[in-house]
T-cell receptor, first 113, second 114 residues
Framework: DGGITQSPKYLFRKEGQNVTLSCEQNLNHDAMYWYRQDPGQGLRLIYYSQIVNDFQKGDIAEGYSVSREKKESFPLTVTSAQKNPTAFYLC????????????FGEGSRLTVL | AQKITQTQPGMFVQEKEAVTLDCTYDTSDPSYGLFWYKQPSSGEMIFLIYQGSYDQQNATEGRYSLNFQKARKSANLVISASQLGDSAMYFCAMRGSETYKYIFGTGTRLKVLA
């Protein structure tokens, strides 16, 4: 079945450590996105990528990094520079430029101890 | 700049009744798309319905309909015949024609009462 797979589902990190969240899609979608969701709040865009080897900062990119070496993969690294990384992270993809809804993964919940 | 506003943090509705969740938006893009998503407590985001800015008719998908009023910049979601399983967070979202970015509102938590 086609879809988006995020891993791990739950992750605990000590302060000062970098962590990488995986996002893989087999939908053949061009665009991929990372969102952050804090309790009781909406989704805020961290980074997005329109095509391989290209990505743009979203509204809250500070303290995060991404890569897009393959169409199927868009990993997110939460660096130690991110001041408040505890959150729910959602990866998504969309088919094209002006069409289609976002398809989401099941999310990764990161807790900093 | 684009913006989505959902002014209802929480709503209650009796089972089998209809409910309207409000969404207003702001954009300068000539064309855009409006979306509604449902997020159950499990955290997954489920796409419900889409409305294009040039669509002449309001979108409908089963029990979901979108009341699109372009002049008022509103895109309210109407859920008919509410079910207990409709209890969830609901997010309104928009994407303009000039960008790949999808932006989201802060959501409305709906609770369906038996």
């Amino acid at each position: 079945d086609g879809g988006i797979t995020q891993s791990p589902k739950y992750l605990f990190r000590k302060e000062g450590q970098n962590v990488t969240l995986s996002c893989e899609q087999n939908l053949n979608h061009d665009a991929m996105y990372w969102y952050r969701q804090d309790p009781g709040q909406g989704l805020r865009l961290i980074y997005y990528s329109q095509i391989v080897n290209d990505f743009q900062k979203g509204d809250i990119a500070e303290g995060y990094s991404v890569s897009r070496e393959k169409k199927e993969s868009f990993p997110l690294t939460v660096t130690s520079a991110q001041k408040n990384p505890t959150a729910f992270y959602l990866c998504a993809s969309s088919f094209g430029v002006f069409t289609g809804e976002l398809f989401f993964g099941e999310g990764s919940r990161l807790t900093v101890l | 700049a684009q913006k989505i506003t959902q002014t209802q943090p929480g709503m209650f509705v009796q089972e089998k009744e209809a409910v309207t969740l409000d969404c207003t938006y702001d954009t300068s893009d000539p064309s855009y798309g409006l979306f509604w998503y449902k997020q159950p407590s499990s955290g997954e985001m489920i796409f419900l319905i889409y409305q294009g800015s040039y669509d002449q008719q309001n979108a409908t998908e089963g029990r979901y309909s979108l009341n699109f009023q372009k002049a008022r910049k509103s895109a309210n979601l109407v859920i008919s015949a509410s079910q207990l399983g409709d209890s969830a967070m609901y997010f309104c979202a928009m994407r303009g024609s000039e960008t790949y970015k999808y932006i989201f509102g802060t959501g409305t938590r709906l609770k369906v009462l038996a």
